[in-house]
């Protein structure tokens, strides 16, 4: 079938604003919206900038926004995206440094202040026990993949760039209920701040958007109760 | 300005962060990656790491030694299999005390599953020796190792390409960088460089792999006069999802899933009638092929069923979730009720930059070129001989990663920082414009048709004259390639420029894998020749080594290192 890509593009260097230029691509139902970019990138523009790597949903390259929401290009098939025009924009609440490439540095960066790793002591020879229900307890957020849907969804960021956003707070919620770490009291301690947790207003867009399907929500609310049990009610 | 470091690590996969964090304090470590370090194609294994932990049952490295040099057919050296298998069950709980989450076992062990190849007691059934984070094993070792790097402050420069290497008289000088914001060329001096940069799966048009497995650091080091090792052997993985090449782990059958072919029959009993679905791969790989060319491919067509639908709804969610997801998203199919059309998928390369088991790189005569060092899928120590078998590449990245960080904080004392030529980035800035200056074919026309012959002419089966042919093909096109051009003239973030370099990469690669294959007159492992079938010790107990000579490739041999199992016939 025939359908329309229209993309955002931009060169900040050149442009002096953003604007929308629409392909048309010969594409399958059961292809990807990633492979419609390629054929574009490939067979008709190569100027068109994008991310991508795995085409599989595994390594978060290629987050933007799809019809509107914030999707993986290669996680979003062409037959579920209804109309015959798609629009491609890049992820809200970045900076574009070019077409659907943002800068994620801020990201990163609120992902290293969480400090995404284990603190725990001088280790056993073999390996630390832990049940398979403590196990559990870190859930789903071991499938985070990092991509940015999440954030640039949530519409608390988009108003409060200080907020930790969602992201963040799962790798947090990962090392928190990983019965391995020692530093529990410190973690819950670090995002029982105004820009921490608390910024989080339930609008579940994160959950809605994460193409891990991570309940990443019920994960923030959940530490927002560990936080009430552990450190007694907030100043606030 | 150029930058200079005691260490230069290129690749942020496990190899290359494993490496890196063995580096010692006080030694200055960069890490280049040409995509962010969590996006590397580590990220992408599902089914496990192997070590004989016995939490399960019983299991002894001596087994998963004589395991992995039977599942290579042979070719692997026996001191590095040794080397893997008896520093696994260290590896594995340094990966856990790193805080990588582990399925657990009902005393709250590491929770371990079978895999193909893998057995107790030198072959007598399947031993549950990988040990795994649900389906993304890979995922959460890369998540724990970067956050080790990050905790360790080292200085990580990502969508940063290398774009050459420098070797000056027998010494690793440094290498060339493109930036992909800026655009901008530059040295980056070391005194010791690490290749940890992948494998190519892009070479073939049906792969596992991702968009930027281009093999760039393994073609480099070739380029600069470095040999390449056992480049036939190409791992084909039984089970890509069809027609994506998306993987299904192994793992679906160490759960419990069983191959089927169009009439509904279990085939894989009458191919290795002990280990069935859990043959190695090349085994299961040939299996699914013969029954598509004897027309018994689902509807007649060029894939056959996984079947998952005996495991029940919740092992699959517990154990295989991403792979049930992959099904639902891209074939919506709902692999607990229906089965997963699947066929063979171009997935790892066993063969690559040789090293010693320390991670040196060697050179045309078995003595390590000063400074340089390889790891991971790019590197050929060879531990996976002629067929690696699943869960062994984890592991080799995190071992022989390992082995190559201390080899460089072992040799820091001799090595010293060179002088390199500005004119180097002049050449290349030249090869750059020239390519944006060109009118001739584009990156994406040549680069569908490398993949095609090389799917076509050399893939799980293969013949003299199929290959023959396919090497003329390749060869034309790298003469069209001298005028490859592109759309894109700009300096910021130009992927079309770099899919033009890369695609000398496949092309360089795609070459030395023929002339090996047309080479080797056996058939062995993953190297399955029509018209020479049947494995010749006599002849080809050997590696095949490739070298860029003055006047076209020089093929030349190393013997294999053979220590505790003697050859034997390999059945299973
Ligand atoms: C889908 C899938 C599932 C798998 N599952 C398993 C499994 O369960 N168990 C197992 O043992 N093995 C598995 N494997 C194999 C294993 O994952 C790979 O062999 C392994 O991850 C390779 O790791 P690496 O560190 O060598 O390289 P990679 O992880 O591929 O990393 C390569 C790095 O090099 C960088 N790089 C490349 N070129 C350049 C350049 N020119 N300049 C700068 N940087 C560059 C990249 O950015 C990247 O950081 C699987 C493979 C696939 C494809
Ligand atoms: S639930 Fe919280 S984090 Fe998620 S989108 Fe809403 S406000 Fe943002
Ligand atoms: S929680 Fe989900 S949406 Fe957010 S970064 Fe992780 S995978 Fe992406
Ligand atoms: S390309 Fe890797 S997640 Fe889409």
Redesign the interface.
Known sequence: MKIILRVFRFDPSVDEAPYYRNYSVQAEPYERVLDCLNRIKWEQDGTLAYRMSCAHGVCGSDAMKINGRCALACQKLVRDCEADLILVEPLPSFTVLKDLIVDLNPFFDKVNFVHPFLYAGTPPEKERLQSPEERKKMGESIRCILCACCTAACPVVNENENFLGPAPLVQAFRRIFDSRDTQKIERLDQLDVEDGVWACLNHYECTRVCPKEIPVTKYINTIKREIKKILGPSPE | MELQFDALVVGSGLAGLRAALEIPEGLKVGLVSK??P????S??AQGGIGAA?SNEEPDSWEWHMYDTVKGGDYLTDQDAAETLAMDAARA??EL????V??????????AQRAFGGHTRNYGEGPVKRSCY??D?TG??VL??LF??A??KKIHIFSEVYMIDLIIEKGHAAGIVTYDL?TGAVEIVRARAVLIATGGFGRVYKTNSN???NTGDGVYLCFRNGTPLEDMEFVQFHPTGIYP?G?LVSEAARGEGGILKNGLGYRFMPDYAPTLKDLAPRDVVSRAIDTEIRQGRGVNGRDYVHLDLTGLGADKIEEKLS?IS??AR???GVDSATEPIPVTPTCHYMMGGIPTDLNGRVLDKHGKPIIGLYAAGEAACVSVHGANRLGTNSLLDLVVFGRRAGISIAHDEKNLHLSDISRDIVNELTSKINAIKRSKGP???SLRARIRQIMTDCCSVFRNNDDMEKGLEQILSIKEQYRSVS???K?D?????LL?AIELESLLGLAEVILVSAIARTESRGAHYREDYPQRDDHNWLKHTMVTAGSDGLEISFKPVKITKFEPKARTF
Not at chain 2, 101 to 110: D, V
Not at chain 2, 492 to 496: G, I, L, P, Q
Request: net charge neutral.
């Open positions: 995509v962010f969590t996006r590397s194609h990220g992408a932990l594995v709980y856990e005390h790193m805080g989450p582990f399925n657990r076992t009902a005393e709250g062990k590491i984070a649900a993304r995922r959460v998540d724990t956050g080790k990050l905790e914001a991702c968009f930027s994506l998306v991403d997801s992959f998203i891209y074939l584009k990156p994406a592109i759309d894109n700009a910021k973030f130009n992927t079309d899919d």
